[in-house]
């Protein structure tokens, strides 16, 4: 390597203060000139003062150092080789990540940091809040596990979360709620004078216990309050985060339009069996029996991005949680017109009666028997509107019919789409051939006392004698489910709305399924091993915070027409890995080939070396 003139720079500013740096100077190849280049500043100072004199001899510290390792440097081809041959003691080497930078510019980019500063202005934390929140949504897009586990990984990426431990990470869950160490022994003082004085009432006569009585009831209402004050906090905080996303969403999908929203729901299991009011036993999609569980109501853009969710009592009916979730974005948004897209799980004359009392418009799947019978009973033929080409081995169309609908006393239209396809008619047999698969192959198992797996739709009562059932396949039953193979129906009152658009809306509603996937599977929101009601309300903020973030990421490289998977892009973030190489003066970064070479690092990262120095770092942000 050529040997390098270093020098201690001090350039003077227009307020007579001067930059201080080391710096080298070489000469230009083609004007043949002398130019000086920066290597390292350690920023502007009077010379005089106490910080000046201190940047002074850090940097004739650094630059002796430098000059030392220049003149060890030379008859190496390039500076690695010299590092790679470097004794371990006079070096460092730490492999960091930084994979989270993609995250942390959206982050950034949709000005979290100051949300959640202001959020926390009056609650002397002892650590950065917004940091905290940023390390925790890490903690469900990298290997998501218990806090525990992901407080012990703060050291892994090339960023400055020494402040997280597990008492931080945990207490970090109640903020959203006002609570804090403070309260939290009010409460239990409280829930203390409460058990003392219960004690106390049989110890006593008719006149203290009367006051005792009085003065239990009054602390236990108290307690009440400031309970219930927490969720007050929570749900006040939250919907200012939803307002707050919303709104700087439209900097980064300037054509964002959130009119036409879609909206599904789902279960989340807990580790306990132990119901307390929030954690309930209900309907589990996740073919959960015993476990406690609550309902999440979730809205997206047709971009896949989240707008808004809520949580439920375990026991809730999804069809009776739309409301609330409409609620909040008719209070938060100033929207024209909003168009519900939804399944026909969730399409209940109540629901529609509610969407359009609030002037909203609907999409929805609705089954065969709540159609008119003349509509059902037509099958698909040529006179259709065929949506598929004429040399399409697959076929496919649709007919459309009106009907009148009334409610309060008002009469409205509505547009009933008939859909045919050869390709969900191939699906559903696929699903009925599973079926009578299990069906035949248990029906010599089947007894008055069988379990339920053991039933199937398809049996039948041949006779019924006392001391035995006898059974048989519904020959019957299959022929009749087949005639209703490969159709399904949409319902609208948008009817001025183009058919094929309402199918397209329809169609997109593969995006929420795909949502939730994500939160259950890449995030691991589930099962849930918090207790505390107001702590497994902030694991799921957190949870949906990371999908936004997520969701917006995927959104971006779609934009720059790159083709690439949730999974692949969580597992490769997580993956990106560098070598840390810490040689006192300054940091070297070393990339593998593999990294160098994959398709993170051609799609998301574009970095075009594999050695790069502590200030190359910092500007690989940009080129994303």
């Known amino acids: 390597m050529e040997g390098l003139c270093m020098y201690i720079s001090k350039s ?77 003691d006079k070096l460092s080497l730490k492999h960091k990540n930084i994979g989270y930078l993609p995250y942390l510019e959206i982050f950034n980019q949709l000005e979290l940091q ?58 970090s869950l109640d903020v959203f709620s006002g609570f804090n160490k403070h309260k ?7 829930i203390q004078v409460i058990n003392d004085m219960e004690i106390l009432l049989d110890t006593v006569d008719s006149e203290a216990k009367k006051i005792l009585e009085t003065n239990i009831n009054n602390t236990s209402h108290e307690l009440e309050e400031l309970i219930t004050s927490y969720d007050s906090n929570f749900e006040m905080n939250e919907n200012k985060l939803f307002k707050h996303l919303n709104k700087h969403m439209e900097k980064i999908v300037p054509e964002r339009n959130i009119s036409l929203a879609f909206y599904d729901c789902t279960t989340y299991y807990f580790e306990s069996f132990d119901e307390d009011g929030f954690r309930e036993r209900g309907m589990s999609k996740d073919n959960k ?126 547009l009933i789409i008939k859909k045919y396809s050869d390709v969900y008619k191939e699906r559903e047999m696929f699903k009925q051939d599973k ?10 198992d089947f007894t008055i006392n069988s379990t339920t797996k053991s039933k199937s739709k398809y049996y039948k009562a041949v006779d019924n004698p006392k001391e035995k059932i006898n ?31 309402i199918m397209v809306a329809y169609k997109s509603l593969y995006k929420i399924e795909e949502s939730f996937r994500i939160l259950k599977t890449n995030l691991k929101a589930r099962p849930v091993y918090h207790f505390k009601e107001r702590r497994i309300r902030s694991h799921f903020l957190i949870c949906y915070l990371a999908l936004v973030i997520q969701r917006v990421l995927e959104y971006k490289l779609e934009e720059k027409n790159v083709e690439i998977s949730t999974h692949e892009i969580i597992n490769g973030l997580e993956g990106f890995v560098i070598d840390e190489i810490d040689y006192k003066v300054d940091k070297l970064y070393m990339i593998s080939d593999k990294l160098f070479k994959s398709k993170i690092n051609q799609d998301i990262f574009k970095i075009e070396k594999n050695v790069l120095l502590s200030n190359e770092i910092s500007n690989i942000i940009k080129k994303m």
């Open 12 to 88: 003077k500013r227009p307020n007579g203060k001067y930059f201080i740096s080391i710096a080298k100077g070489i000469r230009d190849p083609e004007t043949k000139k002398s130019k000086k280049i920066q290597i390292k500043g350690f920023g502007t100072h009077d010379l005089d003062s106490k910080s000046g004199k201190k940047a002074l001899v850090q940097a004739e510290a650094e630059l002796k150092e430098m000059i030392r390792l220049d003149e060890a440097s030379r008859g190496f081809e390039n500076f690695e080789d010299f590092i790679v041959s470097m004794s371990k």
């Open 289 to 414: 029996r015993n476990e406690t569980q609550v309902v999440m109501g979730l809205l997206i853009d047709t971009n896949g991005i989240p707008i808004s969710y809520r949580l439920f009592k375990g026991n809730k009916h999804e069809l009776h949680t739309m409301k609330e979730v409409i609620d909040d974005i008719l209070n938060n948004y100033t929207i024209k017109e909003i168009i519900i897209v939804a399944d026909r799980g969730l399409n209940s004359r109540a629901n529609l009666e509610m969407i359009r009392g609030k002037g909203l418009n609907y999409i929805v799947g609705s089954k065969g028997s709540a159609v008119p019978k003349d509509l059902k009973e037509k099958k698909f033929n040529s006179s259709w509107n065929i949506t598929s080409k004429a040399e399409a081995k697959y076929k496919s169309g649709y007919i459309t019919s009106k009907r009148k609908v009334s409610h309060n006393d008002e009469t409205y239209d509505e």
């Open 435 to 444: 079926m009578l698969e299990r069906a035949k192959k248990n029906i010599k």
């Open 114 to 171: 100051s949300f959640f500063s202001k959020m926390v202005k009056d609650s002397k934390l002892d650590y950065s809040f917004s940091d905290m929140m940023f390390y925790q949504v890490l903690g469900r897009l990298f290997n998501p596990s218990s806090k525990l586990e992901v407080a012990t990984r703060k050291d892994d990426f090339l960023y400055d979360f020494n402040f997280v431990n597990n008492d931080n990470i945990y207490s």
């Open 184 to 190: 939290s022994k009010a409460l239990q003082d409280g």
């Open 471 to 501: 059974i048989e396949i519904d020959e019957e039953k299959i022929k009749q489910e087949q005639e209703n193979f490969g159709y399904f129906y949409i319902v609208t009152n948008k009817v001025e709305m183009n058919p094929a658009d």
